[in-house]
Each structure stands twice: as C-alpha cells, then as structure tokens.
C-alpha cells in the first residue's frame, strides 16, 4: 500500500503564493506518475498537471500562475502557486501511480488539503 501525505495548505491573501508538497511512502513501489488535481466549490475535481509534464496544459485558470515539479527517486511531488485568487480557494489533492512489487498498479490519492484564499 502506497499512503501519500500532503502539507502546505493554508488561508493565504489574494495575490500571495503556497507551495504544496505530497510524499509517498509505503514498501516496494515505484512511480510512474505524480500530478495535483483540486475541487472548487461547486464545481468537479479537476487535474491541474503533471510533474514533469508540458505546463502549457494545465487549466487557463491556473496557466503561468501554477508550477508542478516532482522527484519520482524521492517519492515527493510539489505544487507551487502563485498570484493566488480567491477562485482558487478549494481542496487539493496529489495523486500517484505507480507499480507495486514490480507488478501490480496503484493508484493513490493524498487526503486532500485546503487552500483558502481571502479577497
């Protein structure tokens, strides 16, 4: 079982940064994949992009604001933000996926954290 844990939410002004960080631990795993995804209110989970991944494709509403690096050797992802609005404001999740003793596919998902941002 590969558990994931996330940190570095918070209540931020508008127009402040947050970097969220995600590490994976368990036994015998490797990644393959690590990206962030968020919950808006009222509104579905949505991906925001992938470590490693071509920036150009996350969602307009985060595109130059919003940066996803990873270290798959180091199990830790990171989703840093910046100009954060108060639109942004919402659940955060970090999702991996990887194999498990060489053979079987996880797919995990972080507990979530929050991001507050005031006007």
């Known amino acids: 079982q590969v558990h994931l844990v996330e940190s570095g939410g918070g209540l931020v002004q508008a127009g402040g940064s947050l970097r969220l960080s995600c590490e994976a631990s368990?036994?015998?795993?490797?990644?393959?994949?690590m990206g962030w995804y968020r919950q808006t209110p009222g509104k579905q989970r949505e991906l925001i992009g992938f470590?490693?991944?071509?920036?150009?494709n996350y969602p307009d509403s985060v595109k130059g604001r919003f940066t996803i690096s990873g270290d798959k050797a180091k199990k830790i992802v990171h989703l840093e933000m910046n100009s954060l609005k108060p639109e942004d404001t919402g659940v955060y999740y970090c999702?991996?996926?990887?194999?498990?003793?060489?053979?079987?596919?996880?797919?995990?998902w972080g507990q979530g954290t929050q991001v507050t941002v005031s006007a």
């Open positions: 999702n991996v996926v990887g194999f498990h003793k060489g053979l079987e596919v996880f797919d995990s």
């Open positions: 470590a490693g991944g071509d920036a150009t």
């Open positions: 368990g036994s015998d795993f490797t990644i393959t994949v």
